[in-house]
Nanobody, 125 residues
Framework: QVQLVESGGGLVEAGGSLRLSCAASGRTFTIVRMAWFRQAPGKEREFVAGISWSGGSTRHADSVKGRFTISRDNAKNTGYLQMNSLKPEDPDVYYC??????????????????WGQGTQVTVSS
């Protein structure tokens, strides 16, 4: 199994930045892809960005392109989500997940094998 722990959430003013971290432990050698998702109250968890763990290829949702950047540090078994120009309408709980199913272009909440506990991001207007 893989255990994931997110950190870095908090309160930020609109236009501000945060960097989320997702530390992986356990059978990290099995990780193929890591992705970030977010979820607003009463809504489905939506894909934000994904990264191939070995090659570093990335994909970002259209809603965050140019504002958010996913990256990873293999030596630290940690993934990151740099979030800039945050908006009040950006959903507030962010989750990281890992998956070995499908490809980077098809990463979705339904294909995630392991989830972190989530981290709260609050953007004030």
């Amino acid at each position: 199994q893989v255990q994931l722990v997110e950190s870095g959430g908090g309160l930020v003013e609109a236009g501000g930045s945060l960097r989320l971290s997702c530390a992986a432990s356990g059978r990290t050698f099995t990780i193929v892809r890591m992705a970030w998702f977010r979820q607003a109250p009463g809504k489905e968890r939506e894909f934000v960005a994904g990264i191939s763990w070995s090659g570093g290829s990335t994909r970002h949702a259209d809603s965050v392109k140019g504002r958010f950047t996913i990256s990873r540090d293999n030596a630290k078994n940690t993934g990151y989500l740099q979030m800039n120009s945050l908006k009040p309408e950006d959903p507030d709980v962010y989750y990281c997940g890992t998956t070995n199913r499908g490809g980077l272009l098809t990463v979705a909440a339904g294909s995630v094998d392991y989830w972190g506990q989530g981290t709260q991001v609050t953007v004030s207007s």
